[in-house]
Each structure stands twice: as C-alpha cells, then as structure tokens.
C-alpha cells in the first residue's frame, strides 16, 4: 500500500528556511509525479511546487518562484521542499501527493496524499 510521510514542518521566524522532506513507499515511483500542496486555516488547498521522478519536469506557483525548490533524491525515494525567504503567509500545513504522469496543480488529480506537517512562520 502506498504511503507519503512528510517531516521537516516547525515554527521558523520570516526571512527563515525550513527543508520539508516526503518519503514515498509502497510502489514504484518512476513514472509518477510528486507534488506539495499547501492548506492555511480557512482556505483551500494550494499548490506549491511538482517534480517528475526523473527530475526533468518542475513546476511551481508564482508564489513559490524563487524562494523555493522542490527535488528528489531517487535512491531514497525522497521528494525534497527546500524553502527559502519565508513570510508569514506561508504559514499552512504542507501536504505530499502523488499522481502518474506529468505533474499538475489541481489537487483532484492526485491520488495518493501524506498526513501533513505544519509550517508556521513568524513575524
């Protein structure tokens, strides 16, 4: 069965990194795509940033452009969030998931999700 653990959330002042980090099992991954997704209090979930296994194919939101990097690490089976230059409104809980193909930005087409781990940054 599949599983996705994120880990690496906690509390970090502005201008503050953190480097979120999803562990994948369960099946072979290689002709998936991750994804991290992000949910605040009162607002839907949003996409953060996607990568192909092979890592040739990134995408990102305007509002992670920049400041933040998502990677893999294939041996490990690892997909990395490494987030740079944080501000208060990127405070939300940080979601892993998993989808075949190319990666997308709407939260329907994926079909495996992790727990979350939360990111709280302050002013």
């Known amino acids: 069965q599949v599983q996705l653990v994120e880990s690496g959330g906690g509390l970090v002042q502005a201008g503050g990194s953190l480097r979120l980090s999803c562990a994948a099992s369960?099946?072979?991954?290689?002709?998936?795509?991750m994804g991290w997704f992000r949910q605040a209090p009162g607002k839907e979930r949003e996409f953060v940033a996607a990568?192909?296994?092979?890592?040739?194919?990134?995408y990102y939101a305007a509002s992670a452009k920049g400041r933040f990097t998502i990677s893999t690490d294939n041996a490990k089976n690892t997909v990395y969030l490494q987030m740079n230059s944080l501000e208060p409104e990127d405070t939300a809980v940080y979601y892993c998931?998993?989808?075949?193909?190319?990666?997308?930005?709407?939260?329907?087409?994926?079909?495996?999700w992790g727990q979350g781990t939360q990111v709280t940054v302050s002013s």
């Open positions: 998931a998993a989808r075949r193909g190319m990666g997308a930005a709407a939260p329907p087409l994926y079909d495996y």
């Open positions: 369960g099946r072979t991954f290689s002709t998936y795509a």
């Open positions: 990568i192909t296994w092979g890592g040739n194919n990134r």
